[in-house]
């Protein structure tokens, strides 16, 4: 049995990574979404805590076995997933491919920090581009050519960086809602696969959730 811990959809980035991944593999799961930013008696920590010693969302529990077993990370949670659900195809079945999109993922994991930084997440809003540092032009340049890339060598199979959706897709997602958030211009290419990024299940049901907590005024 699965467990995911997120953060308030509309900002948590990190927790929407695993979310996709955990939906693309089919498998039931129960939710708890942990409110962020309220510091008032330390209350998003206290709350962070009781999962993980780490102290970050997402947090993935799995229950099998007669184990219980905690994954803190968004891109271990990925990966445990790819490896306990090999049907869901999480990974590209090509070597080659696959050790390619390891990279891509890898490079959102430890990058981009002035990208993350000005453009951050705002799920369900819109909001106006700001003045960009050079180093933020710099990390978004480099993002949509590595998906340019990507989709022009392997797009055709399914539309997705790696053809059929993958774990890299997952980690770029939150990247595709800030650049809708802030109308970041974009090559015809990406702009199709954006699309399709928003028009996955997975990704309606977050934005659904995120618009609630926008209009609860928790986010
Ligand atoms: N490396 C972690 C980073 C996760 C992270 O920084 N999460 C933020 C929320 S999106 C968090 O938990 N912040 C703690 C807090 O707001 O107190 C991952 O990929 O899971």
Same mark, same amino acid.
Not at 60 to 85: P, Y
Not at 177 to 191: D, E, L
Not at 192 to 197: E, H
């Given at each position: 049995?699965?467990?995911?811990?997120?953060?308030?959809?509309?900002?948590?980035?990190?927790?929407?990574?695993?979310?996709?991944?955990?939906?693309?593999?089919?498998?039931?799961?129960?939710?708890?979404?942990?409110?962020?930013?309220?510091?008032?008696?330390?209350?998003?920590?206290?709350?962070?805590?009781?999962?993980?010693?780490?102290?970050?969302?997402?947090?993935?529990?799995?229950?099998?076995?007669?184990?219980?077993?905690?994954?803190?990370?968004?891109?271990?949670?990925?990966?445990?997933?790819?490896?306990?659900?090999?049907?869901?195809?999480?990974?590209?079945?090509?070597?080659?491919?696959?050790?390619?999109?390891?990279?891509?993922?890898?490079?959102?994991?430890?990058?981009?920090?002035?990208? /993350?930084?000005?453009?951050?997440?705002?799920?369900? /809003?819109?909001?106006?581009?700001?003045?960009?540092?050079?180093?933020?032009?710099?990390?978004?340049?480099?993002?949509?050519?590595?998906?340019?890339?990507?989709?022009?060598?392997?797009?055709?199979?399914?539309?997705?960086?790696?053809?059929?959706?993958?774990?890299?897709?997952?980690?770029?997602?939150?990247?595709?809602? /800030?650049?809708?958030?802030?109308?970041?211009?974009?090559?015809?290419?990406?702009?199709?696969?954006?699309?399709?990024?928003?028009?996955?299940?997975?990704?309606?049901?977050?934005?659904?959730?995120?618009?609630?907590?926008?209009?609860?005024?928790?986010?």
């Amino acid at each position: 049995m699965y467990t995911l811990i997120v953060g308030t959809k509309d900002w948590s980035s990190w927790s929407l990574r695993p979310y996709l991944a955990l939906s693309a593999t089919g498998q039931p799961f129960q939710e708890v979404v942990i409110r962020l930013r309220q510091s008032e008696d330390n209350a998003t920590q206290t709350a962070i805590r009781k999962y993980s010693p780490a102290g970050r969302v997402p947090v993935l529990k799995i229950e099998a076995g007669g184990k219980t077993v905690t994954v803190w990370d968004s891109l271990a949670i990925c990966e445990s997933l790819a490896e306990r659900h090999p049907e869901a195809g999480l990974w590209p079945d090509d070597w080659a491919a696959r050790a390619e999109a390891r990279a891509l993922a890898a490079e959102m994991h430890s990058g981009f920090p002035d990208l /993350r930084d000005q453009l951050t997440m705002d799920f369900a /809003r819109k909001r106006p581009l700001p003045a960009l540092g050079p180093k933020t032009e710099e990390q978004i340049a480099r993002v949509l050519s590595s998906w340019d890339d990507a989709l022009a060598a392997h797009g055709a199979g399914g539309g997705f960086l790696f053809g059929r959706f993958s774990i890299a897709d997952c980690m770029y997602a939150p990247v595709v809602s /800030r650049f809708a958030t802030y109308g970041v211009p974009t090559s015809k290419a990406v702009a199709d696969y954006m699309a399709r990024i928003w028009a996955l299940p997975a990704m309606q049901a977050w934005g659904k959730a995120a618009q609630q907590e926008v209009d609860d005024g928790v986010a």
